[in-house]
DNA sequence: GACCAGGCACATC
DNA sequence: GATGTGCATGGT
């Protein structure tokens, strides 16, 4: 059965290709710049992920051990940097507390009551735990973010009001149940939004859309 | 100098 | 449940 998500897609990823998310050298690093990238450019984002690994703090036990303030001035440049220090303190004592610091561990346990344990991290909200699932664990769970929602309300494919796990489902009951179909889906679209949505409230992703052959 | 970027928690109604 | 606000840097 072939469906509109079906189509959609077969013509963005047609025009766009592949895009090898999510941009890190491991799982760790995933995570990490998922709670980073919360309302954030991604090249802030790098630059605070960069200066990490620059110090050789990327890992979970090097960042548990260091300070909150510490944290804080090495993600400078990802903004929010007191919060998101904040956060990610948080989400490391969850990890250490519930799974001994082993992501291996934390990916072994059923993804429906995984997700309910990360949306309970103070911080972790729908997307970044999503992102986390998706991405770093390779679970299939379909992410949305503002892009997302964007390029579908302008397609007339969900109401104004569609909360998150509306538009969650909505791809979860029309596509295949399938981890690298989500994750070059959701990436794909984050590509459109990026490349034409230069604007907030452009109507430019239907015209664009109808010029991929 | 204004606007925007791969959210989330919290207060208030 | 809906709406408003604080959190902050760096590129355009």
Redesign the pocket.
Same mark, same amino acid.
């Given at each position: 059965m072939t469906g509109k998500l079906d189509l959609i897609y077969e013509k963005l990823y047609k025009h766009f290709g592949p895009q090898h998310?999510?941009?890190a050298d491991s799982a760790f690093e995933v995570i990490v710049?998922?709670i980073l990238?919360?309302? &954030?450019?991604? #090249?802030?984002v790098r630059?605070a992920l960069n200066n990490l690994k620059k110090h050789k703090l990327l890992k979970p036990e090097k960042l548990y051990r260091i300070s909150q303030k510490r944290l804080a001035a090495l993600i400078?440049?990802a903004?929010?940097?007191?919060?998101?220090a904040k956060r990610l303190k948080t989400f490391l004592n969850f990890l250490f507390q519930s799974y001994q610091g082993s992501l291996k561990k934390m990916s072994g346990i059923d993804t429906g009551i995984l997700r309910q344990q990360l949306l309970s991290v103070?911080?972790?909200?729908?997307? &970044?735990?999503d #992102?986390i699932l998706l991405?770093a664990l390779n679970k299939p769970v379909f992410v949305v973010?503002?892009?997302t929602k964007r390029i579908l309300l302008r397609h007339c494919l969900i109401k104004e009001?569609a909360?998150y796990e509306d538009i969650q489902d909505f791809f979860m009951k029309n596509l295949k149940r399938d981890a690298k179909l989500f994750n070059e889906y959701h990436a794909i679209l984050?590509r459109l939004g990026?490349e034409i949505?230069i604007?907030?409230k452009p109507r430019c992703e239907i015209c664009a859309l109808k010029n991929y052959k």
């Open positions: 998310w999510w941009p710049g998922a990238t919360q309302n &954030t450019n991604w #090249s802030n630059k400078r440049s903004g929010y940097f007191n919060i998101k103070n911080g972790i909200g729908p997307e &970044t735990a #992102s991405y973010d503002t892009y009001n909360r984050v990026k949505c604007k907030k």
